[in-house]
């Protein structure tokens, strides 16, 4: 029983490498086919070496056709750049330019004050930072937290117990998901009640 297994596996090794694979149809090539290989110098290394040449041709060639149009782009944004710096005032056009519009806006919206322009700008600088500091301290104020209010700290406080308890069923807590959800939507509409 197990003699034939062993004396097949310990054939020569010529057999055990040699593979043979018959064809359900049977393959004819035609003669000029076999001549042509027959009679072909070319080996598979130099039609891979042929066909790196070719590939690495295409790739130069591609390589060359993007650089090109990359530096006609970057020539495009070049003058563009330029033309636009042509059209831009120089630093005196823009001062006399600015000039000209506040003389024409109205005093209130920061046209031409007079005299009294020092003194209504420090008056002015003051007053925002007064507004600054007096938004400082209402806001430092809001930053306070407050306390919660003990019926919303105990519904808290149960659902973090119910959760702890049903560890692998947490749907059991609904009811004290409800309370604590009530609880909370009291306290917002308190909130929004004073706020509004």
Known sequence: ???????????????STKHVFT????INFSAELIDSLANSSETNSTRAKSLDLHIAQRVHEELARLQ???DSAVEAAR???????EDEPKPE??????????????????????DGDAKKDGQTSKKVQEEIQRLKKELGQRKVMKELPKSLETAREDVIGC????????????????IFKR????????FVGRVL
Do not use: F, Y
Request: hydrophobic share 30%; aromatic share 2%; glycine share 6%.
């Open 23 to 26: 064809a359900a149809t049977p």
């Open 183 to 190: 609880e909370v939507r009291r306290l917002e509409d308190e």
């Open 68 to 70: 090109s149009s990359q």
């Open 163 to 178: 959760l702890r308890v049903n560890d692998r069923r947490p749907l059991d807590c609904w009811k004290e998901v409800e």
């Open 1 to 15: 029983m197990g003699q034939s297994q062993s004396s097949a596996a310990s054939g020569s090794p010529a057999d």
């Open 79 to 85: 003058k563009k750049i330029l033309s636009v710096e």
């Open 93 to 114: 056009q823009k001062s006399t330019l600015k000039d000209s519009v506040k003389a024409k806006l109205p005093e209130s919206i920061g046209g031409d004050k007079g």
